[in-house]
């Protein structure tokens, strides 16, 4: 069965530093997307991305945030300069045109210190 | 400002009897209704959705049932099953099928099959 998959699965990253997740979407989807969930928290929408562009972003998702599709198959998060409160479970999701059933990848754990 | 709802952080039901979980919510342009479970350290799974021109909707032990005069939906899960242990999300779309609208979730309800 087609599925999401993240790398890594857990990133340990300095304050300020970048870092880059990884996800490839399933593969005849069109539409991708980040979650996070901070530890306890509901799962926040970041980002969607379609047709090679940002459709819509959140407030979470400012200037330090970027997302790009570098060839068919990878969708990457990306965060400038990492902050604490970066520290997170972020999920990559897909979903193909004709229904909104997205699915999710498995996560990658970011601790930032 | 939550748009979606849980207000049972966990419910706790013994094996073999029916499990239903709640979820209200505000935005009247959300169309589309799915809930998703998930075990610790992985992704939430798609479970069952629902369409606001339908009421209810059933794909085996599972069934979804929504209101939209009360902007109420809740899950059924009958017969509850030890491996249905998970926290469950209800999650809200503004754009069936059409746009790259993101989704809206709720907090999650815990769900614990006691043998």
């Known amino acids: 069965e087609p599925e999401v998959t993240q790398t890594p699965s857990h990133q340990v990253t300095q304050m300020g530093q970048e870092v880059i997740l990884r996800c490839v979407p399933i593969s005849n989807h069109l539409y991708f997307y980040w979650y996070r969930q901070i530890l306890g928290q509901k799962v926040e929408f970041l980002v969607s991305?379609?047709?090679?562009?940002?459709?819509?972003k959140s407030e979470i998702f400012d200037d330090q945030f970027s997302v790009e599709r570098p060839d068919g198959s990878n969708f990457t998060l990306k965060i400038r300069s990492t902050k604490l409160e970066d520290s997170a479970m972020y999920f990559c999701a897909s979903r193909g045109h004709a229904r909104p059933e997205a699915f999710f990848g498995q996560g990658t754990r970011l601790t930032v210190v | 400002d939550q748009q979606v709802k849980q207000n049972s952080p966990s419910l706790s039901v013994q094996e073999g009897r029916i499990s239903i979980l709640n979820c209200d919510y505000t935005?009247?342009?959300?169309?589309?209704f799915l809930w998703y479970k998930k075990y610790p350290a992985e992704g939430p799974t798609f479970l069952i959705s629902i369409s606001s021109i339908k009421d209810k909707n059933e794909d085996g032990r599972f069934t979804v049932f929504l209101n939209k005069s009360a902007k109420h939906l809740s899950l059924h899960i009958v017969p509850s099953q030890p491996g249905d242990s998970a926290v469950y999300f209800c999650?809200?779309?503004?754009?069936?099928?059409?746009?790259?609208?993101?989704?809206?979730f709720g907090k999650g309800t815990h769900l614990i099959i006691q043998p």
């Open positions: 935005n009247s342009m959300f169309d589309y």
């Open positions: 991305f379609y047709n090679n562009e940002i459709s819509e």
């Open positions: 999650a809200a779309s503004a754009r069936a099928g059409g746009g790259a609208d993101g989704l809206t």
